[in-house]
């Protein structure tokens, strides 16, 4: 898979995760259990354009890639959420005012209308993270 992001609109940061596993006991970037692709977060970090080029290779023990971006001043409507895995032959691409970004070799997982139900006692905060809502999804063994 090959990652194309370029930045258009200032943002705080983006990261991506290679996910092997996953946890509800947290909220953010702490629900994915797996590798950090730092070369996202460093050249994104407070940029006002950038752009990233990646190549990620196949691991068979990766369950799903996430891409998280955080707006400046981090506004929940301008925040960007990809979750993907490798498909040969299909492609991702999104662009609106924020972002351009193209995943070959990749599909997009739909998971922003699940509604996770855990037991236990979980804030707002939680409930309402996509990072969160995802972990759920993996977790409640959804389709990938």
């Not at 991506?16 to 509800?24: D, P, Q, S």
């Not at 996202?40 to 190549?55: I, M, Q, S």
């Not at 979980?122 to 993996?138: D, G, K, P, S, V």
Request: glycine share 4%; with cysteine.
């Amino acid at each position: 898979m090959k990652v194309s992001l370029e930045i258009k609109k200032r943002c705080s940061f983006f990261w991506l995760r290679a996910i092997r596993n996953a946890r509800i006991d947290k909220c953010c970037a702490e629900c994915f259990i797996g590798d950090k692709l730092n070369e996202v977060y460093e050249k994104t970090r407070f940029k006002d354009k950038a752009t990233v080029e990646l190549d990620i290779p196949l691991d068979e023990s990766v369950k799903a890639y996430y891409l998280c971006g955080l707006s400046r001043g981090f506004r929940y409507d301008d925040n960007t959420h990809v979750a993907f895995v490798p498909c040969k032959g299909q492609n991702i691409e999104i662009e609106n005012d924020k972002i351009k970004l193209v995943i070959t070799d990749a599909r997009q997982i739909d998971f922003q209308s699940y509604k996770p139900n855990p037991e236990g006692e979980f804030t707002h905060e939680q409930r309402t993270c996509r990072n969160w809502i995802f972990a759920n999804y993996l977790l409640d063994g959804m389709p990938l």
